[in-house]
């Protein structure tokens, strides 16, 4: 080969080194610059603006302009966040102090409807107390709703005899269940779980109620307590209208009520959400089995005491 031959095939090899370098330098550059944007989105999406970039390049620019759209989504996302929680917690304060007027009229249609009353002026006093009892239903419902919404419950579990919180539920449910024509029986237990008494009572009185609404006229609740190695199961079975296998995953989300039962039962779909977010709050969790015509069986599995040998002293009845 002459000497031109020689260089040329130099400077051409040159050539290729040369671009197989630039090649390999602008990938890199590329991936890096795929991964910082990949990282700002993350970061963004976690609530956290990106660091500043102070490069005169063009890239820097498009960095600075991604930068501004993310920093505007946040600040977007920051004030929706908190007109929601305004609205909740006004909406928590309005429920909250209805409550006292609303029992007000109660207390006082009932003293009202104590008294001598002609029929008509009788049936308009027990109008006005049905009418108010409803709309303290409703209340109630918003109240515990902004107490879901704002993940405020806060729970206090100490040892606590289950017969006991299973009694005050049933008495709780117990007018609705005489409306129903439904009978509600409690199995006797000596079961003692780790719980606190109020949110425990709350969280198995909304499976009651619904045992009880979800049942035609007529219809046998049982309440009963399985003592496990590590948990007490609270089992609340009835033989009413029971849930297609399809939507046993949707009734524990907040406001879903199943299409088949909306139009003919009140409800607001949110006591199971509370439910679930009590008994977890407790280390617990609920199972549902149910057969569509048939009737359904809540578990609830709330953390047994350990088991004393010791006094009853400092169980919670
Ligand atoms: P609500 O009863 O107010 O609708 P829940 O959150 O308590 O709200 O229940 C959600 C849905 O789950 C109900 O709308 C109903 O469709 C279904 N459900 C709950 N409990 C029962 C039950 N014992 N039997 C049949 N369906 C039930």
Redesign the pocket.
Known sequence: MTALGWAVLVVALLGVVLAAAALERERTRSRRRWDRWSTWVDEAVSGRLPAPTFEETAESSVDARLRRFLGSSLDARRRLDEERDAIQSLIGTIAHQAKLPLSNIILYAELVGEAELSPETRRRTELVLDQAMKLDTLVS?LVTASFLESGAIVVAPVPCRLDAVLERAAGEVATAAGERGCVLRVLPTAAVCLADPTWAREAIG??M???V???SAGGVVVVGVEELEVFCRID?T?A????AEE?TAS??R?F???P???DD???????????RQIVQLHGGFVR?R?APGR??T?SVYLPRAAPAGDSDAGVDA
């Open positions: 419902t909304n499976l109620d619904n045992a609404k979800y049942s609340v009835d009413g209208v029971g849930i939507e009734i524990f907040r879903y009520r199943s088949s039962t909306a039962r009140p409800g607001l779909g949110i006591g199971l959400a509370l439910t549902v149910s009737g359904s809540f």
